[in-house]
């Protein structure tokens, strides 16, 4: 237990100077100015960590964009400051040191996956709330200022083994990218995997640049496994289908909604038609009368270019953080919005309709784990390809009833 209190959960997804409280005389100049700077820590080139994912910064971009063009939040458009972390620990610190300078009122959709202990205190400290942040550490779970729109890839990785479990596959190999926490993800998910009738009995460490995928397939068939929970980002998810095919295994793997795109999907469909899948919000193919708010999302990502058959699911993530904002801290309707006004609005909030893209929302929620503390969204989607959309299965699951089960 204690090496899963340790756990970086940030570092596994790889795969797949204190500072002082906003001044009252900057926030001042900031609502006088008629519009209100959100912030955003993304690694969206390549660094030292290996992440790249400019598909958030984009879909951030015209989320924004689009809400603006909607009136922003009563009448006030939103400006984003985006830092670009590169997958680094020094820099992701720079970046939360430059969202204080730059008096950003709130966060959104962050992904400091390689530094969360630094970069909470930073924005613990100053008062700056984090909406729809991606969970990785337990600094960040047990911040205050953390505003979730789901419990982070962890409930990713539950979402996948409840899947599999409940399809039959109950001996599961773990396939994850070798890093010093990769040991961690078995002791972590096994006890509420037990409890639910399944076991994590082989793991598959994948070191960093690998090419040949081949041995890490057949490994991943090691001690009866029949299922595999594929913690790889895309494209190192698809290299591996590229050695199933190669190997005609008959391995199931179960996926992350948020990596791939419809093309993804079809492109390894053979493989990918048989896999359970998990995220947080609905896939952008699902159907709008289930989820009413994917009509506005397709909508306002068409109109800055993108092609919804090549949208990530994580994009909708972001057009989520974009959402909750605008909803919570519209309907407080605070006399000036600031730091801290958009924490007390945040506080306030009781069941928040977020276009029923997820269950109802209170941001302040707590979960009853002692690790897992500012979950207010435990819920996660199983999804299943059918070979032209993503069909997304409701209800949602409650993942903290399997995360915090003792097996």
Not at 181 to 189: E, F, H, M, P, R
Request: with cysteine; charged share 15%; hydrophobic share 40%.
């Amino acid at each position: 237990m204690q090496r899963a209190r340790q756990f970086v959960i940030g570092v596994v997804v790889a795969t797949m100077a204190g500072t002082g409280l906003v001044s009252s005389a900057a926030e001042q100049s900031s609502a006088a100015s008629n519009t209100i700077k959100v912030g955003s820590i993304i690694p969206v080139t390549n660094g030292s960590g290996g992440i790249a994912q400019p598909e958030i910064k984009q879909a951030l971009e015209a989320s924004i964009k689009a809400f603006n063009k909607r009136g922003g939040v009563n009448g006030q458009k939103l400006e984003l400051d985006l830092c670009d972390s590169a997958g680094d620990v020094n820099k992701e610190a720079e970046c939360a040191r430059q969202m204080v300078s730059d008096k950003v009122v709130a966060t959104l959709d962050d992904f400091t996956y390689f530094n969360p202990d630094t970069t909470a205190k930073i924005l613990g400290d100053a008062g700056i709330a984090r909406v729809g942040i991606n969970f990785s550490a337990l600094a960040e779970w047990h911040s205050p200022v953390s505003y979730g729109l789901s419990a982070g890839p962890i409930a990713t990785f539950v979402g996948i083994g409840q899947a599999l479990i409940k399809s039959g596959h109950t001996k599961l190999a773990e396939v994850i990218v070798q890093n010093p926490s990769a040991g961690t993800v078995k002791a972590l998910l096994n006890p509420g995997f037990k409890s639910i009738g399944g076991e994590i009995v082989t793991e598959v460490f994948i070191p960093g640049g690998t090419t040949d995928y081949s041995q890490y397939v057949a490994a991943a068939t090691k001690d009866g496994a029949d299922g595999a929970l594929l913690l790889l980002g895309y494209p190192d998810a698809s290299r591996f289908m590229d050695a199933m095919q190669q190997l005609d295994s008959k391995l199931i793997v179960g996926v992350s909604g948020s990596s791939f795109t419809l093309d993804n999907f079809k492109k390894y469909a053979a493989i990918t038609k048989h896999s359970p899948i998990s995220d947080a919000t609905p896939n952008v193919s699902s159907s709008p009368k289930k989820f009413p708010g994917l009509k506005q999302f397709a909508k306002d990502m068409k109109a800055s270019g993108f092609k919804l058959n090549e949208l990530k699911g994580e994009a909708s993530g972001a057009w989520l953080s974009v959402l909750a904002f605008v909803t919570v801290v519209g309907e407080a309707k605070p006399p000036s919005i600031d730091a801290a006004s958009t924490v007390a609005a945040l506080n306030a909030a009781r069941d928040v309709d977020l276009a029923g893209m997820i269950p109802p929302w209170t941001p302040s929620a707590k979960s009853d784990s002692a690790l897992f503390t500012n979950v207010s969204n435990p819920y996660m989607y199983t999804q299943k390809f059918n070979g032209k959309t993503v069909e997304t299965v409701t209800p949602a699951i409650n993942v903290m009833t399997i995360l915090t089960a003792k097996g």
